[in-house]
């Protein structure tokens, strides 16, 4: 499984814990990339909660959690999904690090 992005609300707080409790009971594994790192620290950093970044990095460092690197594997998936200009830069870059990551299922955000 690829997850995207998660946000801080309510909802999406139980949505992650029970998607988190499943992903756990089947063993499946989570896969997100570095840019889901980079885009989820934005908004704790921009109003100085270093905890509530800290929480985020350490969430995408647990057992059964990886993030995976944009490298030049990635960038030659990226170039073929890019020609596709519906589909946004950085909705590639996920998609093609899923993609080399042979991932068996990908989703965007919490409600896909």
């Known amino acids: 499984m690829y997850l995207f ?17 499943r992903i756990s009971k089947r063993r499946d594994e989570l896969l997100t990339s570095t840019l889901t790192l980079a885009e989820v620290l934005v908004k704790p950093l921009s109003v100085g909660d270093i905890a509530w970044a800290q929480h985020y990095e350490w969430l995408l460092g647990t057992p059964g959690v990886s993030v995976l690197p944009f490298d030049r594997a990635c960038a030659r998936i990226f170039a ?5 200009r519906t589909i946004a830069p950085a909705d590639a870059i996920q998609l093609s690090c899923a993609a080399d990551a042979t991932c068996s299922l990908f989703t965007r955000t919490m409600t896909d």
């Not at 992005?5 to 409790?21: D, F, G, M, Q």
């Not at 073929?80 to 596709?84: K, L, P, R, V, Y």
Request: proline share 0%; net charge negative; glycine share 4%.
């Open 80 to 84: 073929q999904i890019g020609q596709d």
């Open 5 to 21: 992005t998660c946000s801080k609300t309510a909802e999406n707080k139980e949505r992650v814990a029970h998607l988190v409790e």
